[in-house]
């Protein structure tokens, strides 16, 4: 029985989901969205789960976007997708819907674990997770215009936020690429590897954050999206509502508790 295209497993805290699919760079047909959808789903609503990882198979590449062998996009018209919902809409030929994460109201830590090319609708996966870090063989870049199409997932907005303008510009106008030390050098990563200790490390990080209090880490993944382009009077609002939330959660009064006991706090997501 062939392996499945997206896999997902378990240690303790932390959730790894790793895109199987190392012959064909790790592309995304729709078989492999709805699994990749699936597993992110099952994250999302299991509580033992504190922190997910994404990556891809091989160190070729974490993934190239969309298997365009396999995604010819429907003759049905784009009107009737965008009023459907997401299962409808996929089926209809809008399957980029599937890569939408804000859908999943996903407030648990992703770590994006940058193994090769991360190009097109995979640099797009990659920037709407919290973390992102890479190999030295990692490269980045939304090469659509190429092919005459155009990044469909927010890739444009995202990537603007995650870099200097003229940077972000000239690499969706240009279809260039980024290399790892580009990436460390702006910001779109914070920390780069050999390939062998990629995959150790990211879960090293993950374990650590693992270790926080879970409310704490879902209230800060939230906040920081929730405030981002707010002007700073209505942030520090938001701020206060969110911090008001958790002030007498039972993991907060553990967390003081221990402090004040010495000892490591045993957090339960109450």
Known sequence: ???ASVLLQRDGHVAEITINRPDALNALDVDALVLLRSHLIACRDDRD????????A?????????D???SVPDERSYAEAMVLGDEQSVATGNYVRYLMLHHLQL???LIAA??????????????????RVASTQASFGLPEIKVGSFPGVGGVPMLL????????MKLMLTADRLDARQALHYGLVSDVWEPADLLPEARRIAQRIAANGPLAAAALKRLAQDTEGLPLSAAYDLTEHF???LKNSQDRIEGRRAFAEKRTPNFVGR
């Open 68 to 70: 365009l062998k396999r």
């Open 107 to 109: 407030w648990k830590p």
């Open 58 to 66: 091989g160190e070729r590449a974490f993934c190239v976007g969309s």
């Open 49 to 56: 789960v504190r922190v997910i990882i994404v990556t891809g």
């Open 114 to 131: 940058v193994n090769g090319y991360c190009v097109g609708g995979g640099l797009e996966l990659a920037l709407q997770c919290d973390l």
């Open 161 to 168: 936020r995650k870099l200097p303008a003229a940077i972000a």
């Open 1 to 3: 029985m062939p392996e």
């Open 243 to 245: 911090f008001g939330m």
